[in-house]
């Protein structure tokens, strides 16, 4: 009788991100499998006024665009010389060129060639246009930390300090890469203790909800196109417009939406990320000797930035 049934493969369900990063990295030959934020509860805080009387902002993941650091265009490897260890702000009001290098988003099943898919800037700034909200005058960058101390005690503090001289009523948070959800789920959770409702823009389901965030948006698509699909505006305008109805009308904290969207029709994109079974031996050794010279230069551009 299961023979018959119309399902879809087991494989074509949420990645197991957590899962997969610590036996990868074991595979590597990191034997201190790295411990995932995990909150039971949620801090949850309404909105204070109706969206359209709402100031709204932007945190991201994602980097300035720095010349001197490396290729950081569309398809660039890992870049660690352009990451950002502190919070920084940016001018709403105009385009701002940011990338994803720096991060390790899913360079296989999307080459970052639309900034669009993780810095929705611009849809925002039509949004607000419309009367949907009224834009911050800054919107945040939010480093990508291992270190949940740093995150849950600089960071978080520094991003809500900035919000409050804003007058943020809530705020939008899109991250890319694994760690970066669990970073943005971080400085979500800080914001709502203090005030501040968010929503999360998210592709890595099992980290968030691990987290506890208090709104989610799950788009079950590649790390990076948080936002909707590259160069379909449509998509993006729907994926921006749901986030926005969950901002409005959660009515509690860890409610999750997951988005109608579909990356492709048959799912197997799910099938490659950071996946040992599709990894020769040849693969991996290759991956830990790269992934050695990724830490020594992010070791260093720490150092430079004076971050513990």
Known sequence: MADTMDFAPDFDAPIEY???TREYYLALGYDNPYR?????????????KPLKDSVVTLITTAAPYQPDKGDQGPGAAYNAAAKFYKAYAGDTSVDHDTRISHIGYDRKHTTATDSNTWFPLPLMRAFAKQGRFKLAPNF????????QRVTLEVDAPDILERCRADGVDAAIVVPNCPVCHQTSTLVARHLERNGIP????????????FAGAPRFLFSDFPLGNACGKPHEPETQRVTLDLALKVLESAVGPRTTVQSPLR???DGDWKLDYNNLERMSAEEVARRRAEFDKVKQVALKQRQVAGVA
Request: net charge positive; proline share 8%.
């Open 36 to 48: 995932w934020a995990h909150y039971v509860d949620a801090p949850f805080q309404p909105l204070k």
């Open 263 to 265: 990356w492709n029709d």
């Open 140 to 147: 945040f960058g939010a480093p990508t930390n291992r270190s």
């Open 18 to 20: 957590m899962r997969r």
């Open 198 to 209: 968010t929503i999360v823009m998210g592709c890595a389901k099992d980290i968030v909800e």
